[in-house]
Each structure stands twice: as structure tokens, then as C-alpha cells.
């Protein structure tokens, strides 16, 4: 009989986003908080004799791009490699990719993770740590998700306690999404734009003592960085009753907003899409152990 197990790979939203400076190997220094939200996407994992991928849900580029380019096949093929072992990987995408959510990211930690329980491998945390790091700078911190502090490129992450539970509207653009544009921001950050990350560790200290994350904590260095007529959005009262800013996701150009409650995160995603153009779902935050759950193994 075919073993499977089968998993989420949650999205992020990143609370604070502070560049330090530019790096001497091109990369640029940062401080984050990123925070895992219950928007998912769904990975199977089927025993086989060779290693396969299929995409289906909101894939968009996803289904006509090579399996190569696919974070979660070179998740598999970079395990697989070692543990001399085949899988089929069935990805149902439901987040947005190219939106600063890390859905990719997400998707290879997922494998990395669901792989090690498939084949019983014993695979101890900092090695597993460091082919995420291989795969991207954010898969690091879905190994484990939750609430955390992350620096260097993005891929040393410390653990934070989990966010008090925070109801979100997510918010991105109809269309298709520019594959290029995490460097294409990146490449807008001017020294004037560089912090020492005082924002990313008042926060920190913040949620170490577990407050709740508050309109005023959040900060993304992008957000200073947006082209002319990029203006800031605020859901008012015509909107759907939820005052509040959107802030990027990543580099966006996914955005959040906090709302009060679930009930408050649908009204606004019946407002956003009327008035924004911008697709829209509801959200929560989710905490490290819901994040990293395996959901059922066969």
C-alpha cells in the first residue's frame, strides 16, 4: 500500500520589514517579523519511484513553468537526493503567488517537513534548517512558522511566542503577477531608506511579552519606497466599517489589513474588490503548532 501524508503550507505577513544595508554578497541585510496566517495552500505526498509534481488551484505561471523552477520539487529532489527515496508531490496552490505572501517559500518548507515524516528520516532540526536555507531566505522560518524575528538575508530566524490571534483581510491585484518584482523593489531601497531595526525589535519586545501587535508596531520599508500615485490604502467606513491602513505583504504587492474580527474581514472583502480592484479573502493568524501540523498520513 502507497504511503501519504498530507499537510499545509500557510502564507506570512511580515508585522515589521527594516533593510539594514546592502551586503558584500549582493544580498541586502534585514530585520523582519513575519507572521503565518491560516490563508493555506494543501500538499500531498505519495510514495513513488521517481519524484513528480502537480499543480492545480490558483497555480496561475505555476502550471507552465518546468518542475525545476518550483520551490517544492527542488524541496523534494534536494531531500530526495540524500534519502535516495521518490515521491509524488500533489500541490493545490490557494495562495496568491508573486504577492509577498511566500507561498512558494511556504511550499518547499511543507515538503522538507512532510518528506522527513514520509520516509522516517532522521533529520536533526539545524541540518533541516540549512537545506531550507539553500531552497530561499523566508523557507527557513516556515520549517516552523508562527510569530518570528528573522535577519542576514532573512534565513536566521529566531522564534518569538506566537501573536496574540489577529483577524486580517488579505488583499492583491487582479492580473499577472511580475516575477521578477521581489529584486525590482529591492533594487529601489536607497541608503536613505536603510534603519538599524529599531522598529523590528521594539516589536520583539513586545510580543515577548505577549502583547498584541498594535496599528502603530507595524513598519515595511517598501511602503516608503512606492512609485508615485502608489498612495497608502485605508478601508473607512465605505469600505466596510474596518479603519484600517494596508500594509504590505513582503514586498508586496499582496497587502493586509487588521480588522476587529472574522465578521469585519468579510465586509471587507466584499469592499476591496469593488473598490480597489484587488481580490480579497479573509484571514487569521495562525501560531507555530497549527502552522507545522501534519493533517493526515495513510
Given at each position: 500500500?502507497?504511503?501519504?501524508?498530507?499537510?499545509?503550507?500557510?502564507?506570512?505577513?511580515?508585522?515589521?520589514?527594516?533593510?539594514?544595508?546592502?551586503?558584500?554578497?549582493?544580498?541586502?541585510?534585514?530585520?523582519?517579523?513575519?507572521?503565518?496566517?491560516?490563508?493555506?495552500?494543501?500538499?500531498?505526498?505519495?510514495?513513488?519511484?521517481?519524484?513528480?509534481?502537480?499543480t492545480t488551484?490558483?497555480?496561475?505561471?505555476?502550471?507552465?513553468?518546468?518542475?525545476?523552477?518550483?520551490?517544492?520539487?527542488?524541496?523534494?529532489?534536494?531531500?530526495?537526493?540524500?534519502?535516495?527515496?521518490?515521491?509524488?508531490?500533489?500541490?493545490?496552490?490557494?495562495?496568491?503567488?508573486?504577492?509577498?505572501?511566500?507561498?512558494?517559500?511556504?511550499?518547499?518548507?511543507?515538503?522538507?517537513?512532510?518528506?522527513?515524516?514520509?520516509?522516517?528520516?532522521?533529520?536533526?532540526?539545524?541540518?533541516?534548517?540549512?537545506?531550507?536555507?539553500?531552497?530561499?531566505?523566508?523557507?527557513?522560518?516556515?520549517?516552523?512558522?508562527?510569530?518570528?524575528?528573522?535577519?542576514?538575508?532573512g534565513e536566521?530566524?529566531?522564534?518569538?511566542?506566537?501573536?496574540?490571534?489577529?483577524?486580517?483581510?488579505?488583499?492583491?491585484?487582479?492580473?499577472?503577477?511580475?516575477?521578477?518584482?521581489?529584486?525590482?523593489?529591492?533594487a529601489t531601497?536607497?541608503?536613505?531608506?536603510?534603519?538599524?531595526?529599531?522598529?523590528?525589535?521594539?516589536?520583539?519586545?513586545?510580543?515577548?511579552?505577549?502583547?498584541?501587535?498594535?496599528?502603530?508596531?507595524?513598519?515595511?520599508?517598501?511602503?516608503?519606497?512606492?512609485?508615485?500615485?502608489?498612495?497608502?490604502?485605508?478601508?473607512?467606513?465605505?469600505?466596510?466599517?474596518?479603519?484600517?491602513?494596508?500594509?504590505?505583504?513582503?514586498?508586496?504587492?499582496?497587502?493586509?489589513?487588521?480588522?476587529?474580527?472574522?465578521?469585519?474581514?468579510?465586509?471587507?472583502?466584499?469592499?476591496?474588490?469593488?473598490?480597489?480592484?484587488?481580490?480579497?479573502?479573509?484571514?487569521?493568524?495562525?501560531?507555530?503548532?497549527?502552522?507545522?501540523?501534519?493533517?493526515?498520513?495513510?
Amino acid at each position: 500500500m502507497t504511503r501519504s501524508v498530507r499537510l499545509r503550507a500557510p502564507a506570512k505577513i511580515n508585522w515589521t520589514l527594516e533593510v539594514l544595508g546592502k551586503r558584500s554578497d549582493g544580498y541586502h541585510e534585514i530585520r523582519t517579523i513575519m507572521q503565518t496566517i491560516d490563508l493555506a495552500d494543501r500538499i500531498t505526498l505519495s510514495e513513488a519511484d521517481t519524484i513528480s509534481l502537480s499543480t492545480t488551484g490558483v497555480a496561475g505561471p505555476l502550471a507552465e513553468q518546468p518542475d525545476q523552477k518550483n520551490l517544492a520539487y527542488r524541496a523534494a529532489m534536494l531531500l530526495g537526493k540524500e534519502a535516495r527515496r521518490g515521491v509524488h508531490i500533489e500541490l493545490e496552490k490557494r495562495v496568491p503567488i508573486a504577492a509577498g505572501l511566500g507561498g512558494g517559500s511556504s511550499d518547499a518548507a511543507a515538503v522538507l517537513r512532510g518528506l522527513r515524516a514520509l520516509w522516517s528520516l532522521d533529520i536533526p532540526g539545524d541540518i533541516l534548517t540549512s537545506m531550507a536555507a539553500e531552497l530561499g531566505s523566508d523557507v527557513p522560518f516556515f520549517l516552523r512558522g508562527g510569530t518570528a524575528l528573522a535577519s542576514g538575508r532573512g534565513e536566521l530566524v529566531e522564534q518569538l511566542p506566537d501573536a496574540p490571534e489577529q483577524a486580517l483581510a488579505i488583499a492583491w491585484p487582479e492580473g499577472a503577477p511580475d516575477a521578477n518584482k521581489t529584486a525590482s523593489m529591492y533594487a529601489t531601497v536607497r541608503q536613505e531608506h536603510y534603519s538599524k531595526g529599531e522598529r523590528t525589535e521594539g516589536l520583539a519586545k513586545r510580543l515577548r511579552a505577549h502583547e498584541r501587535v498594535r496599528e502603530e508596531d507595524i513598519h515595511n520599508v517598501f511602503e516608503q519606497v512606492r512609485k508615485p500615485g502608489e498612495a497608502s490604502v485605508q478601508l473607512t467606513s465605505k469600505h466596510g466599517q474596518v479603519g484600517s491602513v494596508g500594509h504590505l505583504c513582503g514586498s508586496g504587492p499582496g497587502m493586509y489589513f487588521l480588522v476587529a474580527s472574522d465578521e469585519q474581514a468579510q465586509i471587507a472583502t466584499l469592499g476591496l474588490p469593488l473598490v480597489l480592484r484587488m481580490n480579497a479573502v479573509g484571514a487569521h493568524t495562525i501560531g507555530s503548532a497549527e502552522s507545522t501540523t501534519l493533517e493526515e498520513i495513510t
